[in-house]
Nanobody, 116 residues
């Protein structure tokens, strides 16, 4: 059974940083691409970042939504079945619930609030 558990959310000031983690279980983690999405109150769920499986060897293995390019970094640690989202230069508009995703499977989300 696939489980995705996010952590690391919280409060940050504009310009600050947070790192989210998603621990996966129930499948061969290294073989799957992993994604982060977010959903702000009253808005649709938005793609944030993805990282390809470890089997992907054709150039850049990460993608980002336009609103986070240059500020967020997605990485993975296959030994720990974990995908990370390093968020720098946070803005008020980054306030949302952040979800880890693999195909049709979603975690419960972790709230990020950016305010002064």
């Amino acid at each position: 059974q696939v489980h995705l558990v996010e952590s690391g959310g919280g409060w940050a000031q504009p310009g600050g940083s947070l790192t989210l983690s998603c621990v996966a279980s129930g499948f061969n983690f290294s073989r799957y691409s992993m994604n982060w999405f977010r959903q702000a109150t009253g808005k649709e769920r938005e793609f944030v970042a993805s990282i390809a499986s470890s089997e992907y060897t054709f150039g850049n293995n990460t993608r980002y939504g336009d609103s986070v390019k240059g500020r967020f970094t997605i990485t993975r640690d296959n030994a720990k079945n974990t995908v990370f989202l390093q968020m720098n230069c946070l803005k008020h508009e980054d306030t949302a619930k952040y979800y880890c995703n693999r195909n049709v499977f979603w975690g419960q989300g972790t709230q990020v609030t950016v305010s002064s």
